[in-house]
């Protein structure tokens, strides 16, 4: 299929997470067309998944309804999700791009109603809780997703559970024909704001993640104390189920460190103070550790640090943890390390280990489908004119550093389309 956007004026926006969205509703407020091409089937990024946000501890989804209200209200704004860009060939002010586009198997006629998630039997991972539930065949990928569309595993298609689904919808909805394809469009500028990924802390051997299922990571734990998450919203060990009384935070796993991630990534600290947070406020007899090298909360975040770390029930040991192992009797995990402010070895219990996990680019293993330089961990350095890049595809960065530059993104690509 192909598809012609009006004019070279427009500004194709990859990835539509918090960088992404901000540079396309500031491009198209100030009069850009905006295509924003997104790879999972709803919008918001990785920020969908917290539970709260630093500093302010509100929840994500208020100021992500903000930018999906100034989408919908504006014209200028299209989007493509399970999409992906393939081929970009051309140059500043007239570029044309390929953009893959996997089917959903459901179309806008969908209401939402959830008729097919009713008639469906069979279930399958749940990505959106990193794999900790399973979800229907027929999904919708969380309850405030956007858009408000159903998505259909693939695997069910062809099968008499898919058969099910499309009869059971009665707007004619479900379209089990669907095929991928490939949508053409003419752009004059693109910003890149694919994001990141968690490091995957497995191959680090003496904290046995993968092996210890009380042993999680940071973004585990916001999708455990999310709502919409997989206990709804009970921080609970994934072992029993139980309510965890000792909650310990490993800082720096992987991160700083020349064998795994070599670079901090500027937000594990406050991510674990502000998990901290969760475990106080559920549990009134928890207590949460915090180890860690050195804590990083920059400018006004420190008052957060100072906050958080005068509560009595939370403790700052100043240690990078040497181990973390399990007593195979009671499943206890314990954790083994240097205090280095008192110089004293420590063996301290915990029933739930939450590892903060670094951000990796995405870029680190797939890189763009375009001209551009990369640094010694994948992050984009440098662009080609015509290009910008925004939020943790450039450095790690937080979500209000990811506004800021996602809308100086924003001002590089209205120059290029209005240089021609
Ligand atoms: C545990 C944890 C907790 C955090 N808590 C906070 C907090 O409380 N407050 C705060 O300010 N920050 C927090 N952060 C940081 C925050 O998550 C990031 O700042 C934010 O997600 C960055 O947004 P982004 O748009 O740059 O990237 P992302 O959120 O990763 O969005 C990128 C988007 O691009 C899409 N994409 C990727 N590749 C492609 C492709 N090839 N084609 C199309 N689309 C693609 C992705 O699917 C995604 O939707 C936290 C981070 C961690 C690790």
């Known amino acids: 299929m192909t598809e012609q ?29 905006v295509v924003i091409v997104e790879r999972n089937a709803y919008l918001g990024g990785r920020v969908s998944q917290l539970h709260h946000y630093f500093p302010k501890l509100c929840p994500p ?14 014209p200028r704004i299209r989007y493509l999700t ?27 006629k969908c209401t939402c109603c959830g008729k097919c998630a009713e008639a469906a039997t069979q279930k399958v991972s749940d990505t959106f809780n990193l794999g900790m ?10 309850p ?20 099910a689904l499309a009869k059971a919808c009665e707007y004619g909805a479900v379209d089990l024909t669907m095929t991928e394809k490939t949508v053409s469009l003419s752009v004059g500028a693109i910003v890149w704001a694919t994001g990141w990924e968690p490091f995957d802390p497995s191959p680090i051997p003496y904290y046995h993640y993968g092996q210890h299922k009380d042993v999680i990571t940071n973004l585990m734990m916001e999708r455990l104390a999310a709502l919409d998450g997989p206990t709804g919203g009970k921080i609970v060990r994934p072992s029993d189920g139980k309510a965890p ?17 070599p670079y901090c990534s500027g937000v594990c600290c ?58 195979p009797q009671t499943g206890q995990l314990l954790l083994t390390g240097e205090n280095t402010e008192k110089a004293e070895p420590y063996r301290s219990a915990a029933d739930l280990v939450v590892l903060s996990s670094g ?52 001002l590089r690509a209205i120059q290029t389309v209005s240089r021609r």
């Open 245 to 261: 009384e000792h909650v310990a935070f490993v800082q720096c796993a992987g991160s700083r460190d020349t064998h795994y991630l």
């Open 359 to 410: 951000m990796v680019p995405n870029t680190a293993t797939r890189k763009l489908p375009a001209e551009a330089q990369y640094d010694a961990y994948g992050f984009v350095a440098a662009a080609p004119a015509g290009a910008a890049i925004a939020g943790c595809v450039r450095r790690p960065m937080d979500v209000s550093m990811c506004v800021q530059d996602g809308t100086a993104a924003a």
């Open 270 to 327: 406050l991510a674990a103070l502000k998990q901290a947070t969760y475990v106080l406020e559920q549990y009134p007899q928890a207590t949460a550790t915090i180890f860690y090298i050195d804590i990083r909360a920059m400018d006004r975040l420190e008052e957060f640090y100072t906050k958080v770390a005068a509560h009595p029930r939370v403790k700052l040991v100043k240690s990078k943890v040497a181990s973390i192992t399990a007593d």
């Open 144 to 163: 405030a997703a956007f858009p408000q569309q159903f998505v259909i595993d693939p695997s069910v298609v062809g099968t008499q559970e898919g058969e």
């Open 133 to 142: 539930s399973q979800v229907k065949s027929a999904y919708l990928p969380f």
């Open 5 to 33: 956007t009006k004019n070279s004026q427009t500004i194709l926006v990859v990835g539509g997470g918090m960088s992404g969205l901000s540079a396309a509703v500031e491009a198209a407020e100030v009069g850009f067309d």
């Open 82 to 108: 399970m999409a992906e860009v393939e081929q970009v060939t051309g140059k500043p002010g007239a570029y044309e791009v390929a953009v893959k586009v996997r089917p959903r198997f459901v179309t806008e």
């Open 61 to 74: 989804g208020c100021g992500l309804e903000i930018n999906f209200r100034r989408i919908r209200q504006n």
